[in-house]
């Protein structure tokens, strides 16, 4: 069966403490893993996509990284306006539209 | 400006009492999907859809209706709504069903 682990369940850092959020993925024909920021009250919002081993991506203070079974989601120096819950979400090559989200990291950020 | 827009936002009701939340975007998408949010469980997929008249169960598709009769609209009903159906609602859109989604603001149900 898919399935798409994510952890910690939360995590509570310090201004400017870097950390990393973990996705692990027991997936058949990965298509792409996606991150997610959801903040209270709000539908998620698009981070990042990666389609194969290797491969990275950067927006400010996150960084995605994919290997052939994880993905991490790298912090640095992170701000209180980085707490929300963080959503990694895999789309499969075998059934084209389906998708399975992890449970989320809920990351709070204390100035 | 850009959006999937989900109604209603909040609704309470009661058992069997047909529902539908409506959920429409304004990108021009050709993939559009419904997710439910209940804590301790995360997103699950409830349907799919890839193109207008072409809809596919997710993994919690029971007692849940959906239809794709134009590309902007997808809809999502409820036939006769039971308390195991409470859960927030998220709509969400994209091109060609890439996985770079696009989400409306969530319908909160309740049901008595």
């Known amino acids: 069966e898919d399935q798409v682990t994510q952890s910690p369940e939360a995590l509570r850092l310090q201004e400017g403490e870097s950390s990393s959020l973990n996705c692990s993925y027991t997936?058949?024909?990965?298509?792409?893993l996606f991150w997610y920021r959801q903040d209270p009250g709000k539908g998620p919002e698009f981070l990042f996509t990666?389609?194969?081993a290797g491969e990275e991506k950067e927006k400010e203070r996150l960084k995605a990284t994919l290997t052939k079974k994880e993905s991490f989601l790298h912090i640095t120096a992170p701000k209180p306006e980085d707490s929300a819950t963080y959503l990694c979400?895999?789309?499969?090559?075998?059934?084209?539209?389906?998708?399975?989200f992890g449970d989320g990291t809920t990351l709070t950020v204390k100035p | 400006e850009a959006q999937v827009t989900q109604n209603p936002r909040y609704l309470i009701t009661v058992t069997g009492k047909k529902l539908t939340v409506t959920c429409s975007q304004n990108?021009?998408?050709?993939?559009m999907s419904w997710y439910r949010q209940d804590p301790g469980l995360g997103l699950r997929q409830i349907y799919y859809?890839?193109?207008?008249?072409?809809?596919d169960k997710g993994d919690v598709p029971e007692g849940y209706k959906v239809s794709r009769k134009e590309k902007r609209n997808f809809p999502l009903i409820l036939e006769s709504p039971s308390p195991n159906q409470t859960s927030l609602y998220f709509c969400?859109?994209?091109?060609?069903?890439?996985?770079?989604?696009?989400f409306g603001e969530g319908s909160r149900l309740t049901v008595l």
């Open positions: 969400a859109s994209s091109f060609k069903g890439t996985g770079e989604l696009f």
């Open positions: 997936v058949s024909g990965l298509r792409g």
């Open positions: 990666l389609y194969s």
């Open positions: 979400a895999a789309f499969f090559n075998t059934n084209a539209g389906k998708s399975t």
């Open positions: 990108m021009n998408h050709e993939y």
């Open positions: 859809s890839m193109n207008v008249e072409v809809t």
